[in-house]
């Protein structure tokens, strides 16, 4: 099936930029092929995970395969919403376009980049960036893929192979992994604890990650998510503002042991304090951190839209 490329505000979508937007992107069940420029993923449905194949379709669509069995009419519809959620073809970005024009640094981005790629649910975006934080991507990869292989349900028609061809794990399967499982099998560390006491919050209902995600700035300002965020285990200032990216909340700065060094690198190779780059991209309120996240990953893929070695630039 083919899926038109536009932003809720009717703005150009650069599906390769979308689908290399984030290194956490390319985590389990999430699998990029660079020369070929196409995303293979698992996706969650009311019946059984589909595997699904997302590359450049037609001018303005993305084409999506399905692996296995041909989907029904109503099976089909669910796996088009799931991909254009993924996608966010539901977000507007008009008034972020509006600010970047004026910008030499990031109006290249007016020709559809900006959109931040997202998992179908908020849980798997906060498993996963909690297995980013103090540790090296090897170990990052090695702690998500274990945690798919091992608790993912299979998808349909598909035989897996490690951790793909299975759906991210649900809450409920996590929480019924002990400790031993988290220590032993996923070498989480630390995390482990906090993984666990997260998924069994979220399995019992004490805490509401999907409604998190899905309130508006209205009805939960940046504070207050942001506060929300903080008191979940295993979340700090870097994971906070990680999951805020992935929930379309960008007011604020990733501010890392990567992000730090690559804006040095890219603005005169001297390391800059945060008020200093802060200031850089105040002008841009509350798209101030998607603006940074985009001047520091535009290497990511070159001027022709050719891949840059994604997972390599993130680590």
Request: hydrophobic content about 40%; some cysteine; glycine content about 8%.
């Amino acid at each position: 099936m083919e899926i038109p490329l536009a932003g809720a505000g009717g703005e150009p979508v650069d599906l390769w930029r979308t689908l290399s937007s984030h290194g956490v992107a390319d985590l389990p069940p999430n699998r990029l092929h660079e020369d070929e420029r196409m995303l293979e993923t698992t996706l969650p449905l009311d019946g059984q995970p589909r595997s699904v194949r997302i590359s450049a379709g037609s001018p303005g669509h993305a084409v999506v395969e399905v692996e296995g069995r041909a989907p029904g009419k109503r099976e089909a519809a669910a796996v088009a919403d799931r991909v254009a959620h993924i996608l966010r073809l539901d977000e507007d970005l008009s008034a972020f376009y509006d600010a970047v024009r004026a910008d030499p640094d990031l109006a290249w981005v007016l020709k559809g980049a900006g959109r931040m790629m997202r998992s179908p649910t908020v849980f798997e975006d906060v498993v996963k960036t909690i297995c980013t934080t103090n540790c090296t991507w090897s170990a990052t990869v090695r702690m998500v893929s274990a945690l798919v292989e091992h608790l993912g349900e299979p998808a349909a028609g598909v035989t897996p192979d490690g951790p793909f061809g299975r759906a991210f794990p649900t809450p409920e399967a996590m929480t019924a992994a002990n400790l031993d499982f988290y220590r032993d099998v996923v070498r989480a560390g630390y995390r482990g604890a906090y993984l666990h006491s997260l998924t069994e919050s979220v399995a019992d209902g004490s805490v509401d990650l999907e409604a998190l995600g899905a309130a508006t700035r209205d009805e939960l300002p940046d504070d207050e998510l942001a506060a929300h965020l903080l008191a979940l285990p295993g979340v700090g200032p870097y994971a906070a503002a990680h999951i805020m990216m992935m929930l379309g909340r960008y007011s604020r700065l990733i501010l890392d042991s990567w992000t730090r060094p690559k804006y040095a690198r890219l603005t005169g190779g001297r390391a800059k304090k945060d008020t200093t780059i802060e200031r850089r991209f105040r002008r841009y309120g509350p798209y101030a951190g998607l603006a940074f996240w985009l001047f520091l990953t535009r290497d990511w893929v070159d001027e022709e839209g050719a891949p840059a070695g994604i997972a390599a630039a993130w680590a």
